[in-house]
């Protein structure tokens, strides 16, 4: 997977951080269920939050913002979107 990921330039100019995360996805995915595998490749986690907002906002009593972690401007002061996977969301409780 790490060899895949550095034939893209642009991956490339991250190469540590990319490692470090190529071997966390690896380990996270080879502990989870098998059929939720193909699950969290075919969902565009962004957009399912994003569609979730309101629902949140309202059961929660709270203003909730979604972003990408590679949004420009991205809010992020406790440096959260470090964190997150596929499947495993950052989430910035203020």
Do not use: H, W
């Not at 490749?41 to 709270?62: D, H, K, Y």
């Amino acid at each position: 997977m790490t060899k895949k990921c550095m034939a893209n330039e642009d991956l490339r100019k991250n190469g540590k951080a990319v490692t470090e995360f190529v071997k966390k996805v690896v380990t996270d995915l080879s502990r989870s269920d098998p059929d939720s595998k193909q699950i969290i490749v075919e969902t565009n986690e962004t957009s399912l939050l994003r569609s979730a907002a309101g629902f949140l906002s309202a059961e929660l009593n709270a203003e909730v913002y979604v972003f990408s972690a590679d949004d420009d401007g991205l809010y992020d002061p406790q440096n959260k979107s470090k964190a997150a996977t596929p499947g495993r969301p950052a989430i910035l409780l203020e």
